[in-house]
């Protein structure tokens, strides 16, 4: 069955149109090599990564600056550190207590999107007497590669991209909202209580449609292991994501991870009432809940099941450091020592500079909704930023 197409989405402009055709007819010619029928975490992979078409790979605006003085920012969603600089500020405390614990010189960030955390947590750095530390980038897109070598011009050699994982590093690794655009496996539960894989097909039209087939034993008893049966439940695993943790084990030596994404432990993740999933896109900052609408031009994210991450890092050898929320992370690492540095004497300067703190700490916004996983290796004492609130039990 296809899903209607979303309503109240902006129009695309002509070339956008042809960029989002061309990416679909790649995508039809790739289900028909694989007779018919794609996976769907292969069909993702495709929408977001495939050379020259897929959204992450062929240069079209991705992320806004929440200060560019637009009515209507250009991109389709803003993260964090684009928010304020107070975000990047405050994980780079929680960097520098993972680089003095290990006596350690480096940070490795994935995804670093515009560059704003990497810019952020350089200068907290530097303020902090870490002017010495590395920063190295892993980044798939060329596009937001370049726009980040442009932004990070002023630390010169300090900050280098990397073309692959590491075969070793000791250090602390960041990774902002990665999880969550890692490609998933879809799964529902027929009537009779098999695990089926849904997948990608076409209709007489060529129009993409949802089919199902039997899961693979692998995926059918990954998802047998993680809920019970509920016939008509759909949801998301991500196999990928857990793989990159557990190659994490191979490669940290020494220090910390530090995994900010929006999620919930296990038992919410696939919590009954939660029978459609977490699947959801972003097309110039309208979410909503159809991928096969403009591929190549939006963003295609799923939520995170924390536990999963969790245990693929104690598999790995690494050890759980802490999880909770990113309020309760924020303010454990030092984000209200940071709010009682600015200056309230311009009360306007002053209030843009907290608005969008308020939207990092609500409940009603990021704040409950993203969370922070920490793992690593080596590690000693306990990382500030789950010195209260830490909800490891709850995993």
């Known amino acids: 069955m296809q899903r209607p197409a979303p309503a109240n989405l902006p129009a695309l402009s002509p070339t956008a149109q042809a960029h989002s055709d ?112 590395q920063y190295l980038i892993l980044e798939v897109s060329a596009d937001l590669r370049a726009r980040q070598a442009e932004r990070l011009a002023p630390f010169g050699s300090r900050v280098q991209w990397l073309d692959a994982l590491p075969n070793a590093f000791a250090g602390c690794v960041l990774a902002n909202e990665v999880l969550d655009a890692m490609p998933v496996s879809l799964f529902c539960w027929s009537e009779d209580g098999a695990v089926l894989e849904r997948g990608v097909a076409l209709d007489a039209q060529q129009g993409f449609v949802w089919s199902d087939r039997p899961a693979p034993t692998a995926l059918a008893q990954a998802v047998a292991a993680r809920m019970p049966a509920l016939p008509g439940y759909v949801s998301e695993i991500n196999l990928q994501g857990e793989a990159w943790i557990a190659a994490m084990g191979s490669w940290l030596e020494r220090g910390a991870a530090l995994l900010v994404d929006y999620g919930f432990p296990r038992s919410e993740f696939y919590h009954p009432q939660r029978a459609g999933g977490t699947l959801m896109c972003h097309l110039r900052h309208h979410a909503h809940g159809d991928p096969f609408t403009a591929p190549g031009l939006q963003d295609i994210t799923a939520h995170v099941d924390f536990t999963a991450m969790a245990d693929a890092a104690l598999e790995a050898n690494l050890q759980v450091l802490g999880y909770t929320s990113q309020a309760r992370f924020l303010m454990n690492a030092g984000l209200m020592d940071l709010l009682e540095q600015l200056d309230p004497s311009d009360p306007l300067q002053y209030a843009q500079a907290v608005a969008p703190v308020q939207k990092l700490l609500s409940e009603a916004e990021m704040g409950e909704l993203f969370k922070v996983l920490a793992v690593g290796r080596g590690m000693t004492e306990p990382l500030a930023g789950f010195s209260r609130g830490d909800r490891l039990g709850k995993l």
């Open 22 to 133: 061309a990416t679909a007819a790649h995508l039809r010619k790739t289900i028909a090599a694989n007779g018919g029928w794609l996976p769907f975490d292969h069909w993702m992979a495709e929408a977001l990564y495939a050379p020259g078409l897929g959204y992450y790979a062929a240069g079209n605006v991705k992320l806004a600056d929440a200060d560019d003085g637009a009515k209507t920012p250009a991109g389709d969603f803003v993260t964090a550190p684009q928010l304020t600089p107070l975000f990047s500020r405050t994980l780079a405390r929680q960097a520098a207590q993972v680089l003095r614990q290990t006596q350690t010189q480096a940070v490795l960030e994935f995804g670093a999107g515009t560059g704003a955390l990497a810019e952020g947590v350089l200068r907290e750095l530097d303020a902090l007497g870490l002017n010495h530390t």
